[in-house]
């Protein structure tokens, strides 16, 4: 007899998620709604509702009117049987979110940082922050996810100090300093991943399973999927690009070496005076003008580009940052992508630019607190 048939717990479970994500995605809806959107029989939809209602995950609201047929009642998630939490660490500061399953942003809290950002004054503000969210929240926090703007140890969720890093001055244990916090481990990430995540679900990138995401901004880094699944390395450090080899070129000289593109950039004067973060408004002026340091600095940046797209075959290379996103940027990345043999991709600009990092946490988050209630694994890869 066979034994790998799918248990009825397991299909229950199936049915339940599908029917829970239907209602969430709606905001509100009736059982006929759900069977009508998730395609399953009336009869699977009325016990999926009914095992939802016992565990609070779904309550019964205003009775519908008018319509042919007797009146229902709307369905619509309770907050009070769990949310999520989405936080940002950035050079701004840190921001979070306390999400509903369907999606609201239920809370918001911020705490200011100033430069230099050592690991003391971003754990307070981390745990300040995520400590307000959990009491901010109707419910327990069933999921939570964390982005910072450094490179993420996947094995243990420590940030990653490195030489040239412009955010964080040392390393940092956010799972640790956290664990007395949340009720759950929250998953970190670096903030370019989390950006490649929300282009993925709601921008440029829907669909592409193969893709190159370069962030140029204060700081430079890399995410990439491959094969429709996240690729991070084995500590997290892949897509370090300001460690990439380009050409190096002073701006009072001609002459050209070898370097990194961190190296490229201080040698073309972009770099903020006393602090290793790129001064994006100076650069931003001179791509403007055209003149020959922005150039030069261009070309490196297509360099670096063609490096990773040899290296990697993506389908499609997304430019995002304040000077990723810029004509002078894109046009060079194009024309040494497309006269290089072989190569074959799109170039394309992010679509979404605000708060990419924490949209990206937010798409996790919210995947991650539905897995809550279902025996599936989360349905976003990590």
Known sequence: MPTDLPSLDLLRS???????AAVAAAGRL????????TGLSKPTVSQSVARLLDLGVLVEGERTAGGRGRAGTYLTVN????????VQAGPEGVVGEVLALDGR?????????HAPVTPGSLGRALTAVCRALTEDSPGPVRAAAVSVADPVDRRTGRVVELPESPFLVGELD??????????VRPVVDNDVSWALLAERTEGTAQGVDDVLHLYLDEGMGAAMWAGGRPLHGARGLAGEIAYSRTFVRDR??????SGTLM?????????????????VASLLEDLDRGTGQARTLAGAVAEVALAQAYLLDPELVVLSGRWGRHTGIVEAVTTVLGDAGGVATTVAVAQVTDDAP??????FALGELLATWSAEPGGVPR
């Open 263 to 279: 190296e490229c950039v201080a040698a073309l004067g972009y770099l903020t005076d006393g602090a290793k973060s790129i001064d």
């Open 14 to 20: 199936l049915s339940d998620r599908h029917v829970l």
């Open 252 to 257: 009072t000289s001609r002459t050209t070496r």
């Open 358 to 363: 924490l949209t990206g946490a937010r798409i």
């Open 105 to 113: 942003i239920l809370a918001t809290r911020r705490r200011a940082l």
């Open 174 to 183: 956010p799972v640790g300093l956290l664990a007395d916090v949340l009720p």
């Open 79 to 86: 907050d009070a049987a769990g949310c999520a939490l989405a």
């Open 30 to 37: 009736t059982r006929a709604g759900a069977a009508t959107t």
